[in-house]
Each structure stands twice: as structure tokens, then as C-alpha cells.
T-cell receptor, first 114, second 111 residues
């Protein structure tokens, strides 16, 4: 069964802290994504990776970076957390780059920055 | 910037009623997906439509992709409490695998 797991369901951090959100998929998918989800705004793409060590900025990359050292793992890093980064963060993976391929999502990490 | 406008954002109806959710854009998408998300979980794919004018049915759910591939609709017939959840449309940009999501429609079906 397809599975995307995220390291934490809930996280509380202080302003200025460095935050790591981890995502692991067990489907040998090439592509991995990080989104944030806010009420009334839907899901917005932060970063996208189509291969190990390859990454591409999404629509809202400011304040975030990513790391993909292994195919199954994609990390989102908040270098210096700010209160406006309080949100639900969703990781997803897909098999191929294009053609309407399904994205499989993890359960999300609800991050609160105080 | 491509945008996908989804409406309505909230819908509260009685069991047995019909409803339609719309997604509209001025941009053309190579495909359009509909996801459903339940509290505490990530979105799960319901359907992908690829061809302009395409209609797909999933039990009581009917999905349509506009002829120009700029808009889509989801119609639910005889809604049931189990249909309660957040429905999200997502358009694929230029065959890149990257999706733009609508704002979402929160559906509540009361028994």
C-alpha cells in the first residue's frame, strides 16, 4: 500500500528557530512536493523535487529551503521561523513528471510558530 | 500567474440534496484533478480528467472538464453524510506535473 509519512503531526516552535520537516515515501516515486495549506487559500506549492539533489522553486519559496539527499526522503527547512509560517504543511509524491499523475499526500504537519 | 477559482467555498445541505462545485480559470490546463480531504488527513485523489469535454462518473459523483480545458465541475447526486469533507480541484500546469489548487469547498451533509 502506498504511503507517505511525515515526521510530526504537530509542532510548536519559537520565532527565529530553525525548523526541519521530514517526509518519507515508500513508493520509489521520482517526484516529491511540499505544500502549505491555509484556510481559504487551498494548497500552495513551496518546493518541488524531480530527482535526488534536484529541486525547483514553487509559488511561495521565500523563507524556505529543501533537501533531497535520498530518493525516498524530502526535507523542508525553515531557516528562521516566523509567525506567518504558522500553517499546515503537506508533503506529496508522484511517480512521473506529467500526464495528470496522481499525487499521494502525507497526513500533514500542523506547525505553530509563537 | 495561473489561478483556479473554486466556488462555493462552503456548502451545508441536507441528505438527499444535489450539489455542484465549480472550478474556473482563464488559463488552460493539461489535466485537472479532484481531491477529497478529511480532517487530519492529506487529500486523496478522486478523479483525473484530461480531454476537453470529458465526463467521468464515480458512483454518485460526476466530474466534467470544460471544452477549452479551463474549467471543471463536480456534481454530487443525492448527497449523503459520508460525502462530508473538503473538496479540492487542481489544475496541472503545461504537462509539468505541478498542480495549482483551488481554494477548496467545505461540504457538510446533514442527516
Amino acid at each position: 500500500d502506498v504511503k507517505v509519512t511525515q515526521s510530526s503531526r504537530y509542532l510548536v516552535k519559537r520565532t527565529g528557530e530553525k525548523v526541519f520537516l521530514e517526509c518519507v515515501q515508500d513508493m520509489d516515486h521520482e517526484n516529491m512536493f511540499w505544500y502549505r495549506q491555509d484556510p481559504g487559500l487551498g494548497l500552495r506549492l513551496i518546493y518541488f523535487s524531480y530527482d535526488v539533489k534536484m529541486k525547483e522553486k514553487g509559488d511561495i519559496p521565500e523563507g524556505y529551503s529543501v533537501s533531497r539527499e535520498k530518493k525516498e526522503r524530502f526535507s523542508l527547512i525553515l531557516e528562521s521561523a516566523s509567525t506567518n509560517q504558522t500553517s499546515m504543511y503537506l508533503c506529496a509524491s508522484s511517480l512521473v513528471v506529467a500526464g495528470g499523475d496522481e499525487q499521494f499526500f502525507g497526513p500533514g504537519t500542523r506547525l505553530t510558530v509563537l | 500567474t495561473q489561478l483556479l477559482e473554486q466556488s462555493p467555498q462552503f456548502l451545508s445541505i441536507q441528505e438527499g440534496e444535489n450539489l455542484t462545485v465549480y472550478c474556473n480559470s482563464s488559463s488552460v490546463f493539461s489535466s485537472l484533478q479532484w481531491y477529497r480531504q478529511e480532517p487530519g488527513e492529506g487529500p486523496v485523489l478522486l478523479v483525473t480528467v484530461v480531454t476537453g469535454g470529458e465526463v467521468k462518473k464515480l458512483k454518485r459523483l460526476t466530474f466534467q472538464f470544460g471544452d477549452a480545458r479551463k474549467d471543471s465541475s463536480l456534481h454530487i447526486t443525492a448527497a449523503q453524510p459520508g460525502d462530508t469533507g473538503l473538496y479540492l480541484c487542481a489544475g496541472e500546469r503545461s504537462n509539468t506535473g505541478k498542480l495549482i489548487f483551488g481554494q477548496g469547498t467545505t461540504l457538510q451533509v446533514k442527516p
